[in-house]
């Protein structure tokens, strides 16, 4: 499955996506922030990021806009 995402400048409280397989992340315009189990990661503009599902994680933008690919495949 792969969509455009277009994420809000807050993190949801109860917004933490987990689910099976692997998730890519490819930063299509724009600066966002990445906040997984255990750390938080800066993308931007060009970078990938790929993580398996079911690590907890949120995405917030950082920018004015922001936009990303997002690809979930199952194992």
Known sequence: MAFVLHPSDQF????????????????LEGQVEMRLADRSSGLSTGDYLQLPGHL????????????????????
């Open 12 to 27: 949801e409280e109860d917004g933490r996506a987990e689910h099976a397989g692997t998730e890519g992340v490819y930063v």
């Open 56 to 75: 907890p994680h949120q995405i917030r933008k950082v920018s004015q806009r922001a936009s990303l690919l997002v690809v979930v495949g199952r194992d």
